[in-house]
């Protein structure tokens, strides 16, 4: 007996001895893997962060200078030195303005996909640069121009040989702006952080100081560039934008052993797609009442989730069906077969994008409406008295848009010095109000811009007519250019709300996974938004020819009825207004589980929020709602 019980004491000693062993293995190597992720995560902090901020503002600044410098006043280059009818001209602009705005998809999907963010720059800049090489050619070279027509009066309009130099360099700009503007402001945002604790720290928003510096830099462009092309020449004109995006490119890559740059994990399509294709195979599956029985792998999204994982929502519960586990589902494999079963993160990646069309959809007609605004107010200053008082000097007509950036910069300069703790003491928000909340102001400003522009183009042809002006096109109506400040003013304090609240909106609410590609969807709305202003100015020319005048004519605008066309958009922006109004009732934030610095998986806590609670609290620098 008390042989057999010093086997089997021995034998329980060895069996404890063994799971101490064990846990003190297990724990080793959960220490180790700890430390590991402790210590990646501090030299992920090294790069980035406010440092890398000078570069990255250089680079952009430089790059605005250019691409302002060369789009601002290219309606004068096609009337005035390519003999092209106002029409014309004005549509091909906006035409290949929306092809700029497409191929930001393309690059943000490249971007997101495998290029990452830093290599499309580069390319997307490097092709930009070769667009404005070759505009210079039909600047300096006589026969790419048709003959000068000063009369405006018969003219010879430019070849089709000469059109095509001027398209290949707007084809090549349009393709360079795809790598780089669905990028650079969630570069930027990403060396700084602008969600969650890294946010809440800071008493200045992002955005604002962002956009502030780009309207400094078309500011500079639209006084210094516009005046060479209008006064020295097109070569020169045109010369300088150039040299400014090469030193653009510099800049940014000298940066480059600073920046913080994220690992990309496969296309945000293909993750959309499975997920797509997962609900549609079971269907017929019952979605579980307790989200937590839905299928969650925190080894497998952690490369999409590096800021926190999206937690289950309640909405579109028919993507949930991707997420229910099933004996034809579920593998043991690891990863599992994702065309048949997805995560519920990657379940809530594709709510999140399916919850931001609405709001996408209701920023398009505003960008149709002031589509043609900037060469119709061009057109508007050409015909006016553009003395400065006492001076011979003559202000630029494409000069006139410093007052809408004047006025952005003053906004924007005020905005959370004055506006957020105005605003704060109503709403409690933190960032005085939300994203959302910002946008519909802009948009309610957008309409009083318009009501403006049509006010003062009928004191401007009131004006042509008591002077017996208006069969003479060419002739200087005695009104002060200055007339036309208040609309871009208007135009800029609405930017102020409107596109800085729309870059807030798609950088917080989209996928941290997809934040190039949710970028790109601004550019669209601006895409389809250009081509649906192309679609209404030619139908409106068209149509309102055979009246009893046209609205918006080729050569005499002071036989037109262009204030017509400014109350027709007008009205069309309220009853936008009234759809964006109800769809952002109606949004929901995104909920996220934000992770402790260096924490394990299971450190931080899946709570639920509401949606007061997200509006409140989860907008502290524009976004939605961070749970710790």
């Known amino acids: 007996m008390d042989f057999t019980a010093a086997v089997l004491a021995r034998k329980m000693e060895l069996e404890t001895n063994k799971t101490v062993n064990g846990e003190e293995e297990r724990s080793e190597i959960k220490n180790k893997k700890k430390m590991k992720k402790k210590k990646k995560n501090k030299e992920k902090k090294e790069l980035g962060g406010i440092k890398t901020l000078p570069l990255i503002l250089a680079s952009e600044i430089s790059e605005r200078f250019a691409t302002t410098g060369f789009h601002g006043n290219m309606i004068t280059y096609l009337t005035q030195q390519l003999n092209l009818p106002l029409v014309k001209a004005s549509n091909i602009l906006t035409n290949f303005n929306g092809a700029a705005a497409f191929t930001p998809l393309i690059g943000a999907l490249l971007s997101d996909s495998f290029a990452g963010r830093f290599w499309t720059i580069i390319v997307g800049s490097v092709i930009y640069e070769l667009g404005l090489g070759s505009i210079i050619l039909s600047a300096v070279l006589p026969g790419l121009r048709p003959p000068p027509c000063p009369t405006q009066a018969n003219c010879k309009e430019a070849s089709a040989v000469q059109l095509w130099v001027v398209y290949a360099s707007l084809l090549l700009t349009s393709l360079g702006s795809g790598g780089i503007r669905p990028c650079v402001v969630t570069f930027a945002a990403d060396q700084l952080g602008v969600t969650g604790k890294e946010a809440l720290s800071r008493t200045w928003n992002f955005f604002n100081w962002y956009y502030f510096c780009m309207e400094m830099a078309s500011l500079t462009a639209l006084t210094f560039v516009v005046y060479v092309q209008d006064n020295v020449g097109w070569g020169w004109g045109l010369g300088i934008p150039t040299v400014a995006m090469a030193f653009s490119v510099v800049i940014f890559v000298v940066g480059s052993p600073y920046y913080r740059k994220e690992r990309r994990e496969g296309s945000p399509l293909v993750r959309l797609a499975q997920v797509i294709v997962a609900s549609v195979r079971k269907r017929k599956a019952v979605v579980p009442a307790e989200s937590g029985l839905l299928y969650q792998n925190k080894e497998l999204d952690a490369a999409i989730s590096s800021h926190g994982r999206l937690l289950h929502t309640n909405q579109f519960r028919w993507f949930d069906k991707a997420a229910v586990v099933t004996d034809d589902g579920f593998t043991n494999s690891n990863p599992p077969n994702l065309w048949r079963l997805s995560t519920v993160h990657r379940v809530e990646e594709i709510k ?149 609240g729309k870059l807030e909106f798609f950088y917080d609410q989209s996928p941290e996974s997809m934040r190039s590609t949710a970028a790109a969807l601004y550019w669209i709305a601006m895409a389809v938004g250009d081509y649906g202003g192309t679609l209404m100015v030619s139908l409106i020319h068209k149509y309102t020819e055979k009246g009893d005048g046209n609205w918006i004519p080729n050569r005499n605008l002071n036989r037109g009825r262009l204030e017509y066309y400014f109350f027709f958009v007008s009205g069309l922006q309220v009853l936008n207004l009234v759809y964006y109004l109800l769809c952002s009732r109606l949004y929901t934030y995104k909920a996220l589980e934000e992770l402790s610095e260096g924490g394990e998986d299971g450190d931080s806590l899946e709570l639920g929020m509401d949606e007061n609670h997200s509006r409140s609290m989860g907008e502290s620098n524009g976004g939605g709602g961070t749970i710790k």
Do not use: C
């Open 352 to 500: 999140s994008i399916v919850r931001m069309l609405p709001i996408w959809a209701a920023a398009i007609l505003p960008i149709t409406a002031y589509s043609h605004q900037q060469s119709f107010g061009i057109q508007q200053a050409r015909t006016m008295d553009r003395r400065l008082a006492g001076h011979s000097v003559q202000i630029p007509p494409a000069t006139m848009s410093i007052f809408e950036i004047l006025t952005a910069l003053l906004a924007v300069s005020l905005y959370d010095r004055l506006f957020v703790p105005f605003a704060r003491r109503f709403t409690r928000n933190p960032a005085g109000i939300t994203s959302l909340q910002r946008i519909g102001v802009g948009f309610s400003v957008n309409i009083l811009g318009t009501l403006v522009s049509a006010l003062v183009e009928i004191k401007r042809k009131s004006a042509a007519a008591d002077h017996n002006l208006i069969d003479k096109p060419t002739a200087v109506i005695p009104m002060s250019v200055f007339w036309l400040v208040p609309q871009y003013s208007v135009r800029g304090l609405a930017a102020v709300f409107v596109t800085v």
